[in-house]
């Protein structure tokens, strides 16, 4: 995968990566010494915003860093060496996506069966969702019924999750299954859409088929008509650029070749030894297919492991969102499987089954208020009816699988006497001041992702932004505070003038954007008696 879509290609004055083509930011991991690849991540945006973060790694490598081999279930132990871990984090506006789809879903089976109808599919259709615990349980609810013989049973909504990342936003089932052969036979159609698309190295935003109808003058409907037609005949999906296939099948083969290959080819191109470079070249391609569709087909169309979920909630101080948590899970037969998060933060959903209390409210109807925000008040479940809990009340116990009770955060570094402990994916340093913790996270998760401080940059508090590229933007209407500004990476700045609870929030919002996990992947331990200095000496 890290070959399919971290390929560098030029265009026009600049360069690309092909995952580029189908707006994914692509970020992988290697060993440090192996050089293996221990990881991808592909993140899907919408302009410049987050949908999902979509990673794939070694199981067994990613159980020692986040240090869970006590709570790792045998089944999953056993499932370690032959599979691959698939986390799926939904931002908020890929949040918003997903309830979008279960409102379509919930809308056609009411169509189909008038049976479908509770207090709260009402609101559920007309209110103005947002990315709350309240939108996102019903949303999978509505997206794990799956019409059969008549009746409406609920299957796992991992089902649904796991097909529409790896179908729909990764196209993954087309990648890794497609023929040169039939992309030849297509691309040579005396077509005008087929010519049309075959003339667009990318699209210049989403709505690819308005563009290639624009250019051909028919109207839209027609083209998702060609769509669906080349994906029967020839499986090749046109909302992908014709430039994506063509980069993919040129640039990737060469990449995968042995140092001796590539020598080779090298002395047959400088003697003009066309047979052997040809003969180079096809085996080269030969290879490339092979493993494409052999490796990575195979993995897609493989079974998801039946392995424990594990709950996440990425921001601690959601008390009540852990209530609400907990409480369902006292209630349900089979655990809430999925994500509660403040909308400010994303969400991981993987592997994710609703709880059998959500059943329970399509006959007694949804809480009262389904537009209150997650931070709002959680609710505590009863038999009868649904009790305000007061935010202030704190859950008597910590779900089991809640970002709290995680084991990275059991196994905290310990606070030194002489520096704030910081850890990044298991490299720890200890550091004075306050301005050098959020230097080393922020170093670091730029080092993981070359892109997450252009991202980051968008991110602001009341007034001000964390990073940017000078200081009047770091501090606007203070030019007294303009020389407290640090220098990170090649371009941009930092602020330092924060306190010990800001720092520890920049950090969090930080861990966000990078979709790491902030207590596991990145662990900080301030201490009591270090410089309280934000910016040092």
Known sequence: MTIMFAQPMARDKGVIELARHLRLAFNYRTHPETHQVTGVTLKKLQSKKPLYSLTFSNKDLRVGQMSQTEVVPVVETEAVAQSVRFEIAAHPEGIKEIITKARARLRLLRKNDPNVSASWVNDFLTLEPGATAWWLEHAIYALSLTPKEGKLPRTSFAGWLAHEMLHRVLHLN???????????????????????WCSATSFANSNWAEEIAKQVSCDPQTVYNRQKASRAEYGVDIAMPYGFYRDLLVLAPTSLTTPENRSALMKAMSRGDAEKTLALLAGAAKDFDRQRLGIVGSAIKGPLGQIAVEMVVTDTKTAAIKARTAALRASAKKPVRATLANPSL?????????????????????????????????????????????????????????????????????????????????????????????EVVLTMLQQQDRHFLAEFAEEQGRIRRYVAHTPEELYPGKPHLAAQARKIGRRWLMGTHYSRAGVEGIIKKACAVAAVRYGTDVVIAFSPTAARAAHGA
């Open 174 to 196: 087309v990648l890794a299954g497609f023929t040169r052969e039939n992309l030849h036979k297509l691309a040579a159609l005396d077509d005008k859409v087929a010519r049309a």
């Open 346 to 438: 994303p969400t991981r959903v993987s592997r994710t089954k609703p709880a059998s209390a959500i059943k329970k409210s399509m006959r007694n109807g949804p809480a009262k208020n389904p537009t209150r925000s997650a931070r709002g008040g959680a609710v505590k479940k009863t038999a009868r009816r649904v009790t305000p809990v007061k935010p202030t009340q704190r859950p008597s116990t910590v779900p089991k699988h809640s970002f709290a009770g995680r084991a990275g955060e059991k196994k905290r570094e310990p606070v030194t006497s002489t520096g704030h402990s910081v850890t990044v994916f298991g490299n720890r340093s200890v550091v004075r001041y306050l301005g050098d913790v959020l």
